[in-house]
């Protein structure tokens, strides 16, 4: 069966360190693969998307990899801070239709 | 500009009782999709809306659950006969066309508690 997995429910680093969350996924052959963030009481937000053929992505202080062969991608977040701290959530979109498919997510806890 | 609006933000009502719940998409966004978040769960894909069409709805849990959108904007999503087990944030997302690469814009979701 199609699984996307996020390696750690929870991630603890000291601030101005550089985080790395980890996404991984079976039996599927994405094109595309997002990244969110969601805050207690909120609904995620839209922070990145890269494609098949970007082997990488940057944004300001974040990082994304995407690895078709390992079927993985990493998300970086350089220099840290307190308000980093959330839930991060990788998606796919599914193959047998268009509805992204979300990781159960990894909280990053960023202490000053 | 105004995102997704979704109401109300908190219900609380008996078992065995009808709930609707709304949401307000993004205008112009002819993408609309309904998932459930239970506490320490990911994200549930329940239906996906083109138009005033579902191609998708696979994802809802019964035939208690139901969901339709009228004028290409507003959807309401309906569980009746509420169990316990349907407690849950209802988050709703839009996205300008469905599809790859365009991103989801999320509401902060329906906070629903069946006692």
């Known amino acids: 069966s199609q699984k996307i997995e996020q390696n750690s429910e929870a991630l603890n680093i000291q601030e101005g360190k550089t985080a790395t969350l980890t996404c991984n996924y079976t039996?599927?052959?994405?094109?595309?693969l997002q990244w969110y963030r969601q805050d207690p009481g909120r609904g995620p937000v839209f922070l990145l998307l890269?494609?098949?053929?970007?082997k990488e992505k940057r944004k300001e202080r974040l990082k994304v990899t995407f690895d078709t062969t390992l079927k993985q991608s990493l998300f970086h977040i350089t220099a840290s801070q307190p308000a980093d701290s959330a839930t991060y959530l990788c998606a796919l979109l599914r193959q047998a239709g268009t509805a992204l498919i979300f990781g159960k997510g990894t909280t990053l806890s960023v202490s000053s | 500009g105004a995102g997704v609006s979704q109401s109300p933000s908190n219900k609380v009502t008996e078992k065995g009782k009808d709930v609707e719940l709304r949401c307000d998409p993004i205008s112009g966004h002819t993408a609309l999709y309904w998932y459930r978040q239970s506490l320490g769960q990911g994200l549930e894909f329940l239906i996906y809306?083109?138009?005033?069409?579902?191609?998708?709805k696979s994802g809802l849990p019964s035939d208690r659950f139901s969901a339709e959108r009228t004028g290409g904007s507003v959807s309401t999503l309906t569980i009746q006969r509420t169990q316990q087990e349907d407690s849950a944030v209802y988050l709703c997302a839009s996205s300008f066309r469905p599809g790859h690469d365009s991103p989801l814009h999320f509401g902060n979701g329906t906070r629903l508690t069946v006692t």
């Open positions: 039996n599927y052959s994405p094109a595309y």
């Open positions: 809306f083109q138009g005033n069409s579902a191609p998708d």
């Open positions: 890269i494609r098949e053929n970007e």
